[in-house]
């Protein structure tokens, strides 16, 4: 293990996903749809081709688990077209703040879908984080939002939402299947569910916008494989408050290239969605090295 190697990467990773998503803003005429299919088909090409040179096409694509890459391939694909459309509505650093909502989501989600407890710290967490939500939404909420930006709000949320669905699905694979199968036939369901909207209104992109989506869909590509390394460096809990860091970069991208300037209640909910995030990571992370304690307190008391 390596936790600084790791947490490099990470940070790496993080800011390299939100230079994409600012370059899916810039391209702001292109369909929701569209960009999903041109972050997607990239890396399914790049990873196809890489596992072919390597000789590790069938045991990289191997499954056993059809439904569960079905289920975490419709949930994560309408997760990033909804993010994508966000972004037509509401500020950069607003959408990234939403977003942040996930983590959240997650752990009441498997409490309900995989039954795993929740014990205080993770409730007053989760009810801290839904709280730093409601800051964000309620300048929408009021006469001070418009219907266009309460709708955009929405459909982020939305994203949070099946994001957090598409981590459970994940989550039950998680030692069964490979990272490469995982990413693989996700970025495949993303990319065939994308054609799906052609019919609802696809552009033929300018040069520029394509030279903007393209870039998209490659560093989107090599991002993720910069964040796959970056687990095998640091364990999840160590690097998961790094992530945070997109906010910044959001925050600094918004304000210089789209003169988005990020506001109190933006600033102030986002805050609280990172405490209660990075506290539930802490709780995940002590509760890790209590049952790793455990299980070598029981492997020397069968020796």
Not at 21 to 49: M, S
Not at 117 to 142: E, K
Not at 258 to 286: K, N, Y
């Amino acid at each position: 293990m390596r936790p600084l190697r790791g947490i490099f990467l990470m940070m790496t990773a993080v800011t390299i996903f939100t230079v994409m998503t600012a370059l899916i803003k810039a391209a702001g005429r292109v369909p929701a749809g569209e960009a999903v299919f041109f972050r997607a088909v990239p890396t399914v090409v790049g990873l196809f081709v890489w596992l072919v040179f390597k000789g590790r096409l069938y045991e990289g694509l191997y499954t056993q688990n059809w439904r569960g890459h079905v289920l975490r391939g419709l949930a994560g694909s309408m997760a990033m077209g909804l993010s994508f459309a966000g972004l037509k509505y509401l500020p950069l650093p607003e959408v990234t703040a939403l977003r942040f909502a996930t983590p959240i989501l997650i752990v009441l989600f498997a409490a309900v879908l995989l039954g795993e407890r929740i014990r205080m710290i993770r409730v007053s967490a989760v009810a801290v984080g839904l709280i730093g939500v409601v800051v964000i939404l309620w300048p929408r909420l009021t006469l001070e939002g418009s219907s266009r930006e309460l709708f955009g709000a929405a459909i982020v949320l939305g994203s949070a939402t099946l994001a957090a669905f598409a981590q459970i699905f994940v989550k039950s694979m998680a030692g069964k299947e490979s990272t490469v199968a995982i990413v693989f036939y996700f970025s495949a369901t993303a990319s065939v569910l994308s054609l799906l909207t052609v019919p609802f209104g696809w552009v033929w992109p300018t040069g520029e916008e394509f030279a903007l989506l393209l870039t998209a869909g490659a560093i989107g590509g090599f991002g993720q494989l910069i964040l796959t390394t970056s687990y095998r460096h640091a364990e999840a809990g160590v690097l998961a408050p790094f992530t945070y860091i997109s906010m910044l970069w959001a925050i600094l991208i918004g304000w210089f290239f789209f003169a988005e300037v990020p506001t109190v209640p933006m600033l102030a909910g986002s805050s609280l969605i990172i405490l209660a995030g990075v506290a539930i990571v802490l709780r995940e992370r002590q509760l890790g090295l209590k049952r790793a304690a455990e299980a070598k307190v029981r492997a020397r008391v069968m020796q």
